[in-house]
């Protein structure tokens, strides 16, 4: 029973359906968000499988937490954003996980060292890859490493031998470029 | 104004739309997108590019994980910190899918009309079956009173066909001469009493003529009898009874070969082997 219409509801009607426990509003969250949330997760942990349930325990922890979510601090996708990213994070770091990268089987391995290589294609992102070849990728490596692939941007400093202040500025350098492109 | 632009050219606000910050510094950040709505504004736009970001590097989840998160939402949210591993380790066993409350509600609300039309339909159905029995025994009882019509009919069909058949032969009767015709008149016991007899002398058929009779009806215990003089001797011919409601014309009675004459007297039921005289009612000669 695959409900195929996508619901679309504004920020305040999501947030209230959402501390009032209306289950609709995580189907309308997961209709407007769950691909972008994906996004995020699966680029932080491989395979999808993994990335997919991760993406349902975030789904899960927006629906228990949606109570502690205060609209005046920030917007709705941010907080939900910061739930499946250190999901994904905690993920990452998990003992089990590392085992289980190391115990990957042959058939694994190849997609698997395809995502580490990142020489995979994925319709989903193929348009992307022009706009960010836009910016100067010394700008948006740092971002993404951020945002993409779970580094802290102290870690990310550490990575690109860079100090922090600069990992701080290209950070906002490629937001900025990013908000050009978006208005 | 220069101290706020500071604070929003450092790239913390980036940061902090990021998760990159700790507890300590995220109340610092949100003190001051309280205390300056430029701080605010920045926030808000850094976040709506970082969504922007997201949506344009969006990957499709696969068809069948909605349903699967929608279900576990509905399993009455128990589920607070399972994590996927024990999600892996349950996965063989398949979520029973449950319905999902709003689509629940909407084949509630349809069943509900279902069930409304229904009732509606079984109200009109009943009307019906009601009437329909009604005009069928009005129907029965049409057929019941058509049906006695026709036994009347074939009835009164079959008597005409009778009598017609035996007028006929009355009517042939003049045509044959072997058929003779005996008018027995009443005696002293009825002189007001007659009737025909008639007789036919190579076939040797005797008939009585019902029509043409004018005999007091007899009563149970009794019955006439008609009997044939044969050279001064009488010979039973049968008994018969005369009833006021008689549909026959014709009766046929014992054969006799030659005879004088006919009589008829008043006898107990069913006959006696020789004639009772003082009960002799009607008489004639050939």
Request: charged share 25%; proline share 3%; hydrophobic share 45%.
């Amino acid at each position: 029973m695959a409900t195929t219409k996508k619901i679309s509801l504004s920020e305040e009607e999501l947030v209230g359906a959402l501390k009032n426990r209306h289950t609709i509003a995580v189907q309308a969250l997961y209709d407007m968000y769950s691909a972008a949330l994906l996004g995020v997760i699966s680029r932080i942990v491989q395979p999808i499988e993994l990335a997919e349930d991760l993406l349902q325990e975030t789904f899960i922890k927006i629906w228990n937490s949606g109570e502690s979510y205060d609209a005046s601090k920030g917007r709705l996708f941010t907080w939900m954003m910061n739930i499946a990213r250190n999901l994904a994070i905690d993920k990452l770091r998990s003992k089990d996980f590392k085992n289980s990268n190391k115990n990957q089987d042959i058939e694994n391995n190849v997609d698997f060292i395809d995502a580490q290589k990142e020489i995979s294609f994925n319709a989903d992102t193929l348009g992307i890859k022009d706009m960010v070849t836009a910016l100067k990728p010394e700008f948006t490596s740092v971002l993404d490493m951020v945002y993409f692939k779970g580094y802290t941007h102290v870690e990310a400093a550490e990575e690109l031998n860079l100090p922090l202040g600069t990992v701080k500025t290209r950070i906002r350098m490629a937001i900025m470029e990013l908000r050009k492109n978006f208005n | 104004m220069e101290e706020v632009n500071a604070y929003i050219e450092s790239g913390i606000l980036e940061l902090y739309v990021l998760g990159q910050l700790t507890v300590q510094e995220q109340q610092e950040v949100e003190e001051m997108a309280v205390r300056y709505p430029e701080v605010k504004q920045e926030i808000a736009a850094i976040e709506l590019a970082m969504e922007q970001y997201a949506l344009q590097n969006s990957i499709e989840p696969s068809a069948e994980l909605k349903d699967q998160i929608m279900n576990r939402l509905s399993d009455n949210e128990t589920i607070v910190t399972a994590t996927a591993e024990i999600e892996q380790v349950i996965k063989p066993t398949p979520v029973v899918p449950i319905q999902q409350h709003n689509e629940y509600e909407a084949k509630i609300r349809i069943l509900r009309f279902a069930l409304a039309a229904c009732v509606a339909m079984l109200v009109v159905s009943a009307i019906a079956l009601y009437s329909a029995h009604n005009e069928l025994g009005q129907a029965k009882t049409e057929i019941l009173a058509l049906n006695l019509d026709k036994q009347k009919f074939a009835s009164t069909t079959s008597y005409l066909t009778e009598e017609n058949t035996d007028l006929r032969k009355i009517a042939d009767m003049a045509d044959d001469p072997d058929w003779k015709v005996v008018k027995l008149a009443g005696t002293k016991m009825d002189p007001a009493a007659k009737m025909v007899v008639y007789w036919h002398t190579s076939g040797q058929h005797v008939m009585v003529d019902n029509s043409k009779m004018a005999l007091p009806a007899n009563d149970q215990s009794h019955q006439y009898q008609l009997w044939a003089l044969v050279n001064g001797k009488p010979v039973d011919l049968g008994v018969f009874d005369v009833k006021s409601d008689t549909t026959q014309i014709l009766l046929a009675m014992k054969e006799i070969a030659g005879a004088q004459a006919f009589a008829v007297t008043l006898e107990k039921r069913g006959g006696s082997v020789s004639p009772t005289m003082d009960q002799m009612i009607v008489m004639g000669g050939v």
